[in-house]
């Protein structure tokens, strides 16, 4: 093994504990500023406001769920060349594969931070309880990989992520919005 091939490997390793470190920060900053972990709360809206309070909730519906769509397309990019190279490697502790593995988990984390960060109180109930179900499956997913679980426990819950996901769509499109 190169030179060139550790200090990469460990330089990729770093960026992806990075990511890993950030969507943690990024977590603990929303946690503190509020006192309690971010929760998604219908909001009642008076007669006075209800124009308002409206507009104010459907922006936090589209909000989150172009957020979501963000989410989906970010864990698919860093978790597709992870499962390429744990299909081909034959050395899973290689600097190239724990590489992949620390981009992989980083940006999940990070990805998961942003999905929270654009949620709001004023999110519909529908769409925040069917987000707050794809954090579940999002973790599940990484938790499998992360344990290196057999595949098909992997595929049962990538399985579920995507169920979750569609379940999510629905409700951002019963909310009028869907992009």
Not at 86 to 115: C, H, M, Q, T
Not at 125 to 140: F, M, P, S
């Amino acid at each position: 093994m190169s030179k060139a091939t550790v200090v990469l490997g460990a330089l990729a390793t770093a960026i992806g504990l990075t990511g890993a470190v950030i969507g943690t920060v990024a977590l603990a900053k929303v946690e503190s500023l509020t006192g309690t972990v971010p929760s998604t709360v219908t909001v009642a809206a008076t007669r006075e406001s209800a124009a308002v309070s409206d507009s104010d909730v459907h922006a936090a519906a589209v909000e989150t769920c172009v957020a979501v769509d963000t989410f989906r397309a970010g864990v698919g990019a860093v978790r597709q060349p992870y499962v390429d190279a744990a299909k081909s490697s034959s050395d899973w502790n290689s600097p190239e594969f724990i590489a992949l593995e620390g981009r992989y988990f980083g940006g999940v984390a990070a990805e998961l931070a942003y999905l929270r960060s654009h949620e709001s109180p004023r999110t519909p109930q529908g769409i925040a309880d069917t987000v707050d179900e794809l954090h579940r499956a999002a973790t599940d997913l990484l938790d499998a990989d992360v344990r290196r679980q057999p595949g098909d426990v992997a595929n049962q819950a990538l399985a579920k992520l995507r169920a979750t996901y569609d379940a999510v769509t629905a409700a951002c499109d019963a909310e009028g919005a869907s992009k």
